[in-house]
């Protein structure tokens, strides 16, 4: 067995793409699919233990702060220093998937997936 698999290229990755394409929270019309995959990504991720039920509640809104402040450093320090911005250090999670956060499951999903957001 020269270890080859079928139908692969050598030198070529497994192709992927971004986990999540909204933006979500609680309280607003969530896509069910799309909080489905944020849920088994955030159980996976962080060993939250989320039912993935695709309804953004209060359990999924603790798991997104969580997951905001372990890697405060690319979700929520780019935001310091926006006027409008109510994030003013590495523990003011929101627990809003926006911008940054949704890049960096991205990234973690599938590095270099999608391209850093535009802020504010």
């Known amino acids: 067995d020269n ?23 609680m309280g ?12 088994g990504f955030l159980n996976t991720e962080m060993g939250s233990g989320l039912p993935e039920t695709g309804f953004f ?7 997104v702060d969580a997951f ?20 003013k250090d590495q523990d003011d999670a929101t627990g809003y998937v926006y911008k940054t956060t949704r890049w960096k499951i991205n990234d973690l999903f599938c590095p270099g997936s999608e391209a850093l957001p535009v802020l504010p």
């Open 28 to 39: 607003i019309d969530n896509n069910i699919d799309e909080v489905m995959k944020l849920q």
């Open 68 to 87: 905001q402040i372990k890697y405060w450093e690319d979700v929520l320090k780019p935001w310091f220093g926006f006027p409008e911005s109510a994030i």
């Open 3 to 25: 270890g080859e698999v079928l139908g692969a290229v050598a030198g070529e990755q497994e192709s992927c793409g971004p986990l999540l394409s909204t933006y979500m929270r």
């Open 57 to 63: 509640g209060p359990l999924t809104h603790e798991a």
